[in-house]
């Protein structure tokens, strides 16, 4: 069932959440230009960043064991889960290097439990470092934009574990697609609290115009190239 109907079977929260919808995220016409706008310039973007991707590939291989690619399950819109793609940026056995080194350092957990980030991250390649502060290991997500199953601009895609976090806000998360940029980047990415995570993805799900997602593009290449809050 669509989350976004409001018929007597949609359950009481998925109506609520529908009815507190931009009109810029259920408007036919306004998904379309959006959608327009999603392969305009994701095309465009995979275009230019062909010989960036070889390059990075090879840095990836030639610096630490493991694959060049990373996928990692996410919530997407409707509930629906898919796997979000990056280059990889970690060590292998990443999950037991950051079990050892928050019971080294137990006074990081709850910056780990608070935002699922750490300033100081062990599991962090040498060239994961420089492909995180430019924000380049994002850049296979251009084809989960392709297939529809992210946006160029949206809210950030969660993990399972952090629904619990969204509370009521959750339902009005899965009404829109995640996406590849947002308020929450555009703003200071990992120099901003979880908190205030939460009420830019609350704002733009409430008010999103395509002037909107215009003006969040043009201030993520602004952060992008200062590498504001990446780490």
Known sequence: ????????????????????????????????VKRILDIVVATILLFLAIPFAVFIALAIVLDSRGPVFFAHPRIGKGNRTFRLFKFRTMVRDADTVLEEYLSAHPDLRSEWNETHKLKIDPRVTRVGRLL????????????????????????????????????PLFALYLQAKPGLTGLWQASGRRDNSYQTRLALDRRYLQERTLGMDLLVLLKTIRVVLLGHGAY
């Open 1 to 32: 069932m669509d989350p976004r109907t409001t018929s007597p079977g949609c359950p009481p929260d998925a109506a609520l959440a529908a009815g507190q919808l931009s009109a810029g995220l259920r408007d036919s016409g306004a998904l379309l």
């Open 132 to 167: 995180r502060r430019t924000s380049l290991d994002e850049l296979p997500q251009l084809f989960s934009v392709l297939g529809g199953e992210m946006s160029m601009v949206g809210p950030r895609p969660i993990v399972e574990d952090e629904i619990q976090k969204y509370g």
